[in-house]
C-alpha cells in the first residue's frame, strides 16, 4: 500500500529486482503521485537489463562509466535500432550523452556503466532523440554562495517531449540551490505550472580535498507547504537518496562542507502546456536581486 506521507526515501529503499531505484509513476510509493519514475542501476559487460513498451517516454544516460548500447524497438516497427552513448567519470565531471525515446518502446540495455533513466507517463509520441554530451546546454545559475552548474538537456526549449521536463545540477561544496525557494503547484497560464519533481542525489567528497576514509559527503534538503495540502521533508540526503515533491515550496538544497553535491530532476504534470513556470517564495526574492553585485563561483563549470 502506498504511503501518503513519505516523500524521502534513503538509498536501497526502492530497490526492484536490478534496479537500484525503480520508482514507477504507474504503481507509486506513495499516494496521489502520477506524473513521473525513474530508474538507476549498474550494469556490468555481459548483462543486460530490459525495459518492457509501455506508456512512458524516457530520457536514458549513463552517470559514472564507460559507455551504453542502448537498443530500441518502436511501436512501428519490427526491428531494434541502436544508440552508444559515451560515458563520464562521475556526475561531477560535466555532461554525457543522452537518449531520449517515446512511449511503447521497448528497451534493452548493455555495457558498463551505472545510469539513469528519466520516466513520465506520455500521450503523444515524439521522435527519438540522440543529445551528444557537446550539444547539452551548460548554465551557471546565480552568484556567490548561491552559485550552482544546471545541465538543461530535458527543457522544453532543447528536449521535444510529450511531458517531462528534466536536468541535472551540480552545486560545490558549501552552496546552495533552489534559492529562493520555489513552488510550482498550481496551474496559472504563463506564470506557474503544476509539476511534480523527483531530486535523485548523489554526492562525493570535494575535488582537491583531503578527507579521512570515514567522510561521508552529504547535503541538506528543505520543503515545505505552501497551502493546505501538508508538505514537509528537511532531511541530510546522501549518494543515491530520493526526494519527491508533489507540492509546496522547495528548495534550498545545500551542499555540505567539504561535499560536493549532484541531483537529478524529473518533472511532469497535468497542464495542457509542458512548461516550466515558477512561483518564488516571497521572502526570499530579494535574493536573486543580490546576485547583481556578485561574481559566480570560479569553481564552476565543472568538466570543463
Not at 532523440?129 to 552568484?143: D, L, Y
Not at 527543457?155 to 552545486?171: F, G, H, K, S, Y
Not at 547535503?219 to 514537509?232: H, P, T, V, W
Request: glycine residues 8%; contains cysteine.
Amino acid at each position: 500500500m502506498a504511503d501518503s506521507n513519505k516523500w524521502y526515501y534513503r538509498s536501497g529503499e526502492l530497490a526492484s529486482g536490478q534496479w537500484e531505484i525503480h520508482l514507477d509513476a504507474n504503481n507509486p510509493p506513495v499516494s496521489d503521485w502520477a506524473h513521473t519514475g525513474i530508474r538507476v542501476a549498474t550494469i556490468t559487460s555481459g548483462t543486460q537489463l530490459t525495459i518492457g513498451a509501455d506508456n512512458n517516454e524516457r530520457i536514458i544516460f549513463v552517470l559514472a562509466g564507460e559507455s551504453l548500447e542502448v537498443e530500441y524497438k518502436l511501436s512501428d516497427s519490427s526491428e531494434f535500432l541502436s544508440q552508444a552513448l559515451c560515458g563520464r567519470t562521475s556526475v561531477f565531471d560535466g555532461p554525457t550523452d543522452l537518449l531520449y525515446l517515446p512511449l511503447n518502446t521497448e528497451v534493452k540495455i548493455t555495457g558498463s556503466a551505472r545510469f539513469a533513466v528519466g520516466e513520465c507517463p506520455a500521450q503523444n509520441a515524439k521522435p527519438v532523440q540522440f543529445i551528444p554530451k557537446e550539444s547539452v546546454p551548460v548554465n551557471i545559475r546565480g552568484a556567490g554562495r548561491e552559485s550552482r552548474q544546471i545541465h538543461n538537456f530535458g527543457m522544453p526549449e532543447v528536449l521535444d517531449a510529450d511531458r517531462m521536463i528534466t536536468v541535472e545540477a551540480i552545486v560545490p561544496a558549501g552552496n546552495w540551490s533552489g534559492s529562493p525557494s520555489h513552488k510550482h503547484d498550481v496551474y496559472v497560464p504563463g506564470k506557474e505550472s503544476r509539476l511534480e519533481e523527483i531530486y535523485y542525489f548523489e554526492s562525493a567528497i570535494t575535488r582537491g580535498a583531503i578527507a579521512p576514509s570515514s567522510a561521508i559527503p552529504f547535503g541538506i534538503f528543505n520543503g515545505r507547504s505552501s497551502d493546505e495540502r501538508f508538505y514537509g521533508v528537511t532531511e541530510e540526503i546522501h549518494h543515491g537518496d530520493l526526494v519527491l515533491v508533489p507540492y509546496g515550496w522547495h528548495g534550498p538544497v545545500a551542499a555540505g562542507p567539504g561535499s560536493d553535491l549532484y541531483f537529478f530532476n524529473v518533472m511532469a504534470g497535468p497542464d495542457p502546456e509542458r512548461q516550466w513556470n515558477v512561483t518564488d517564495e516571497p521572502s526570499q526574492v530579494w535574493i536573486r536581486e543580490s546576485w547583481a553585485s556578485q561574481e559566480p563561483d570560479p569553481r564552476l563549470p565543472y568538466g570543463k
